[in-house]
T-cell receptor
Framework: NAGVTQTPKFQVLKTGQSMTLQCAQD?????MSWYRQDPGMGLRLIHY???????DQGEVPNGYNVSRSTTEDFPLRLLSAAPSQTSVYFC?????????????FGEGSWLTVV | KNEVEQSPQNLTAQEGEFITINCSYS?????LHWLQQHPGGGIVSLFM???GKKKHGRLIATINIQEKHSSLHITASHPRDSAVYIC????????FGAGTRLTVKP
């Protein structure tokens, strides 16, 4: 059982480049989300999805796009990378959006924008 | 002011010591989660609390809804407990504390 799988684990981008962080889960979870983690700050929600075809913005959505064409996959797209997007990104999933559900995280993706 | 405050930010202990990490929050919540982030970056869920107390092995988590406060205790700490411990609260959405970095020395 793979859980939540994120790729790539490490990436260096030049300013202005675009890229996609992949996230897949094999637990048939409805709720998926993307967070960024910056030094000295808590995880912050970028975008989330409550099911296939449904996405919504979180706390820090600017500069990122998402889509949810299947239950399993929830890719995060950086449209035009900026140094401010240097961060560690985590994808997470849970059975649904209910507060009491266990949250499962991917291993993280370290992104550096130069 | 952050909606979720953790203390201390950093904690160093000797093996065998009793550890307490605190979390205070300022928003209404439906649930509180304690997470553990290992040095390699992976995050795992330890507890979900909506009231009272939960115990799993050497870890104990408590929550006081009226005081908007939760604590995570580790009994008989071990070097393998070294990690960052994160408090997260679920209200309208999920808000995270900045984490407490715990180092347990042998």
């Amino acid at each position: 059982n793979a859980g939540v799988t994120q790729t790539p684990k490490f990436q260096v981008l030049k300013t202005g480049q675009s890229m996609t962080l992949q996230c897949a889960q094999d637990m048939n979870h409805e709720y998926m989300s993307w967070y960024r983690q910056d030094p000295g700050m808590g995880l912050r929600l970028i975008h989330y999805s409550v099911g296939a075809g449904i996405t919504d913005q979180g706390e820090v959505p600017n500069g990122y796009n998402v889509s949810r064409s299947t239950t399993e996959d929830f890719p995060l797209r950086l449209l035009s990378a900026a140094p401010s997007q240097t961060s560690v990104y985590f994808c997470a999933s849970s059975y649904n959006g209910e507060p009491g559900n266990t949250i499962y995280f991917g291993e993280g993706s370290w992104l550096t924008v130069v | 002011k952050n909606e979720v405050e953790q203390s201390p930010q950093n904690l160093t202990a000797q093996e065998g010591e009793f550890i307490t990490i605190n979390c205070s929050y300022s928003v209404g919540i439906s649930a509180l989660h304690w997470l553990q982030q290992h040095p390699g970056g992976g995050i795992v869920s330890l507890f979900m609390l909506s009231s009272g107390k939960k115990k799993h092995g050497r870890l104990i988590a408590t929550i006081n809804i009226q005081e908007k406060h939760s604590s995570l205790h580790i009994t008989a700490s071990h070097p393998r407990d070294s990690a960052v411990y994160i408090c997260a609260v679920r209200g309208y959405d999920m808000r995270f504390g900045a984490g407490t970095r715990l180092t347990v020395k042998p």
